[in-house]
């Protein structure tokens, strides 16, 4: 099946409507690049949200393929801009928050942030769906990952969509690419001619996932989609475990969350 075949099929799948006002959040990379190329194609109802992280011309680079993408496909974009907002950028945040609390990795700080800014922006533009461009190989690494950890919990809220309905507050979030494998998108963002930063954020060093991904590099897109399916098959176990947790707002922000304060504030106090 080709590219287009499955993101359709995907689409089936997470049943979404063209009426329905989308976000696409644009890192800048392929993948994004692909879900906002191919919403938009299918007549869907979206517009772009990009957070700027202040680093420098990667930053840069990464802005101005998503202006001159936004600009081909005739999509609205928002911009959010970290230092503006927080006053410094990503990097001096995560140095600053490392220096206190050893231990906690690159990525795993500006996901958190990141995915805080994705909701709470999302709910300001009252969007119904977020969609992200999180592909087969992502989501396999982070299930193995959460295995690995010995919390296949974490991996409660993996899926094509995520409905968190403990929660209004909490935006859906989809991933139209959550059964094409990296490779795949690749070619297809090449092929299309896409305004693309192909170069990898110069702080994504988080060397366990780097481990597992070439571990899982080695492996055939067979078993990326395997490892998919026993996620798939065991949702509804992994669940139970999760449906024990109670939601909070967080007392310093509002914002959902599982503790009374939130990963994020946690991370930024
Ligand atoms: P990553 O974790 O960097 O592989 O990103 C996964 C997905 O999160 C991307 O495909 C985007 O949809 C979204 N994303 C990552 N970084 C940003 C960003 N700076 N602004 C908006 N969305 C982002
Ligand atoms: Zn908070």
């Known amino acids: 099946m080709n590219l287009e075949k499955k993101f359709e099929e995907t689409l089936k799948k997470i049943k979404i409507s063209k009426s329905e006002k989308i976000l696409v959040a644009l890192s800048g990379g392929k993948d994004s690049a692909v879900v906002a190329y191919l919403l938009k194609k299918g007549g869907y109802n979206i517009e772009g949200l990009h957070i700027d992280l202040g680093m420098g011309k990667y930053s840069e680079d990464c802005l101005k393929k998503i202006q001159e993408l936004c600009r081909n496909l005739k999509i609205k974009l928002w911009v959010f801009e970290v230092k503006k907002e927080f006053g410094n950028s990503m990097c001096y945040i995560r140095s600053k928050i490392q220096a206190?609390?050893?231990?906690?990795?690159?990525?795993?700080?500006?996901?958190?942030?990141?995915?805080?800014?994705?909701?709470?922006?999302?709910?300001?533009?009252?969007?119904?769906?977020?969609?992200?461009?999180?592909?087969?190989?992502?989501?396999?690494?982070?299930?193995?990952?959460?295995?690995?950890?010995?919390?296949?919990?974490?991996?409660?809220?993996?899926?094509?969509?995520?409905?968190?309905?403990?929660?209004?507050?909490?935006?859906?979030?989809?991933?139209?690419?959550?059964?094409?494998?990296?490779?795949?998108?690749?070619?297809?963002?090449?092929?299309?001619?896409?305004?693309?930063?192909?170069?990898?954020?110069?702080?994504?060093?988080?060397?366990?996932?780097?481990?597992?991904?070439?571990?899982?590099?080695?492996?055939?897109?067979?078993s990326k989609e395997n490892i998919i399916h026993c996620l798939e098959k065991l949702k509804n176990k992994v669940n139970e475990l999760k449906s024990l947790e109670k939601v909070f707002y967080c007392e310093n922000c509002g914002e959902p969350s599982r503790k009374n304060i939130c990963k994020s504030c946690e991370l930024m106090s």
């Open 100 to 222: 206190e609390k050893k231990g906690i990795k690159n990525c795993a700080i500006c996901g958190v942030i990141k995915k805080r800014i994705l909701n709470k922006e999302a709910r300001k533009l009252e969007v119904s769906k977020i969609a992200t461009g999180h592909n087969l190989d992502d989501e396999a690494q982070t299930f193995l990952i959460n295995i690995f950890k010995g919390s296949p919990e974490l991996s409660s809220n993996s899926g094509a969509i995520t409905q968190n309905k403990k929660d209004k507050k909490f935006i859906t979030r989809i991933k139209p690419l959550f059964y094409i494998a990296e490779k795949e998108v690749k070619a297809y963002a090449m092929k299309m001619k896409l305004p693309v930063n192909y170069e990898k954020c110069p702080c994504a060093i988080d060397s366990y996932r780097i481990q597992i991904r070439n571990f899982l590099e080695k492996e055939k897109t067979r």
